[in-house]
């Protein structure tokens, strides 16, 4: 079984700073892009950032230059710092990595529970 794991939500005042971390456990075999996605109440799940396993970062554009995605291969972690919060940056976030856990069975998308951003004054 894989389990992806989110930390690091919270409250946090309008142009404040938060840390996600995503890690990821079970008998996985190769892991390849890991991402965040965002829920906002009564919207869709929308991308928010993508990584490669090489490092290759892609940004939704209403983020672009205020977060950053990173990933710790060895720690199977993926990371989320989030500047200059705004208060429609609240939502639910989710974690995503495709994961190979025998050649077998093929990539699967596996999804953490999500973890609650909360900007407001």
């Known amino acids: 079984q894989v389990q992806l794991v989110e930390s690091g939500g919270g409250l946090v005042q309008p142009g404040g700073s938060l840390r996600l971390s995503c890690v990821a456990s079970?008998?996985?075999?190769?892991?390849?892009?890991m991402g965040w996605y965002r829920q906002a109440p009564g919207k869709e799940r929308e991308l928010v950032a993508t990584?490669?396993?090489?490092?290759?970062?892609n940004y939704a554009e209403s983020v672009k230059a205020r977060f950053t995605i990173s990933r710790d291969n060895a720690k199977k972690t993926v990371y989320l710092q989030m500047n200059g919060l705004k208060p429609e940056d609240t939502a639910v976030y989710y974690c995503?990595?495709?994961?190979?856990?025998?050649?077998?069975?093929?990539?699967?998308?596996?999804w953490g529970e999500g973890t609650l951003v909360t900007v407001s004054a």
């Open positions: 995503k990595s495709d994961i190979l856990l025998r050649a077998y069975l093929g990539w699967r998308a596996y």
């Open positions: 990584i490669t396993s090489g490092g290759t970062a």
């Open positions: 079970g008998s996985i075999l190769s892991m390849s892009d």
